[in-house]
Each structure stands twice: as structure tokens, then as C-alpha cells.
């Protein structure tokens, strides 16, 4: 059984940083993890991804502002978002997957970041 908790969310003024933190249980062979958002009306996005071997990639919105990170003896994924926006605004959610896998399957409850 794998869980998936997010923490670090919360309301900050534009231009301030945040981090996210995915804290993972169960399953921690989990090679591939992610993070995604939705805003209200919507759809999910895929914000940042990251694989077994550390490569990461952004959506075009976020790159350069925020990183990703695992720390495999802590099993977290972390967010670190900078120079944050209006519209970042959205639930983000950590996602999991066996890289060989397609799509993510395992997922957190989310955590809301607003910003204003």
C-alpha cells in the first residue's frame, strides 16, 4: 500500500517562494514522481516530473521558477517554487509511478498554495 502526503502549502504574496513536500510511505521503489495542479474550472497539469535517474522536466509555465527533488533516504519529493504568481494558484498533488509504468497511479490528497 502506498501513501502519498503533501505538506508546505499555504498563501503568499506574489514574488515569495514555497516549498512542497511529498512525504511517501508503502512502496518506496517508486522511481518516478511528480507534481501536478488543477485551479478551479481547470484541467490538471503536470507541473514537474522527476525519474530514477534524477532528469527532471517542467511545464514551460514554471521552468526556471521552480525545482524538484527527491530525497531517497528521507522517501520525500520536494517543490521548491519561486518568484510565485497569481496563477500558480491551484491544489497541487504529488504523483507516483513505477517508471516503467505509464501514467501515475499512486497520488496524494493535495495541498492548496494561493497567491496574491
Known amino acids: 500500500h502506498v501513501q502519498l502526503v503533501e505538506s508546505g502549502g499555504g498563501s503568499v504574496q506574489a514574488g515569495n517562494p514555497l516549498q512542497l513536500t511529498c512525504s511517501v510511505s508503502?512502496?518506496?521503489?517508486?522511481?518516478?514522481m511528480g507534481w501536478f495542479r488543477q485551479a478551479p474550472g481547470k484541467e490538471r497539469e503536470g507541473v514537474a516530473h522527476?525519474?530514477?535517474?534524477?532528469?527532471?522536466t517542467f511545464a514551460i509555465s514554471v521552468k526556471g521558477r521552480f525545482t524538484i527533488s527527491k530525497d531517497n533516504t528521507k522517501n520525500t519529493l520536494d517543490q521548491q517554487m519561486n518568484s510565485l504568481k497569481p496563477e500558480d494558484s491551484a491544489m497541487y498533488y504529488c504523483a507516483a509511478r513505477l517508471c516503467w509504468v505509464a501514467g501515475y497511479n499512486y497520488w496524494g490528497q493535495g495541498t492548496q498554495v494561493t497567491v496574491s
Open positions: 508503502g512502496n518506496t521503489r517508486l522511481g518516478c
Open positions: 522527476i525519474d530514477n535517474y534524477g532528469r527532471t
